[in-house]
């Protein structure tokens, strides 16, 4: 089992930043992509950003020159950086990662924060 815990959401004013982190812990062998993904009420989930473990990175377009990825891959930790944030960056925001443990891979979604950004 790999369980990933969630921080770092809250409410924000437009303008502001946030971070949020990601850490997976369990019986992992190695990590491949972490990524965060987001949803906003009536919308369906989308990729906002991942990071590969060899540091490659895609971005959502409407996210590109504001947000940052990052990973620890001593903590197996994944981070967003949020900055000029917008009211349309409201979701919640949900952490991705696959990898292998010892009975093979797997892909495992954190519980989601609450990131509301007020115009």
């Known amino acids: 089992q790999v369980q990933l815990v969630e921080s770092g959401g809250g409410l924000v004013q437009a303008g502001g930043s946030l971070r949020l982190s990601c850490a997976a812990s369990g019986s992992i062998v190695s990590i491949n992509a972490m990524g965060w993904y987001r949803q906003a009420p009536g919308k369906q989930r989308e990729l906002v950003a991942v990071i590969t473990k060899g540091g490659g990175i895609n971005y959502a377009n409407s996210v590109k020159g504001r947000f940052t990825i990052s990973r620890d891959n001593f903590k197996n930790t994944v981070y967003l950086q949020m900055n000029s944030l917008k009211p349309e960056d409201t979701a919640v925001y949900f952490c991705?990662?696959?990898?292998?443990?010892?009975?093979?891979?797997?892909?495992?979604w954190g519980q989601g924060t609450q990131v509301t950004v007020s115009s």
């Open positions: 991705n990662v696959q990898g292998q443990v010892s009975r093979g891979i797997f892909t495992s």
